[in-house]
């Protein structure tokens, strides 16, 4: 568990750097995009209860065992579009009453 908050904040903190080169709202919405693909959890192995992020086991599944397994992207799939959709929310939000 220690580890995933030394990753989280690494996370934070290289995204928040990479954030710098935007400016805007871009900004917010590369820095959700990229705190949401870095920090999506996975299950490791089948009948594990192991947690790692996904697009790094997406990765080590394509370098080690050489085959694109759609199983640790799953949880990318359905977490991109509804961060990417309450970003857009909060922005019309932001725009309409501010």
Known sequence: MFYWL??????????????????????????CTFLVLMLTPAIVEVGSNKLA???????????LEQNISTRSLRPI??????????????????KRFF
């Open 6 to 31: 030394i990753y989280s904040l690494a996370s934070f903190y290289i995204g928040y750097l990479l954030s710098k080169f935007f400016s805007g709202t871009f900004r917010i919405i590369f820095l």
């Open 53 to 63: 992020p996904a697009i790094i086991i997406f990765f080590l599944d394509l370098i």
């Open 77 to 94: 799939l359905f977490s991109l579009p509804l961060a990417l959709f309450l970003i857009g929310l909060s922005i019309l939000v932001k």
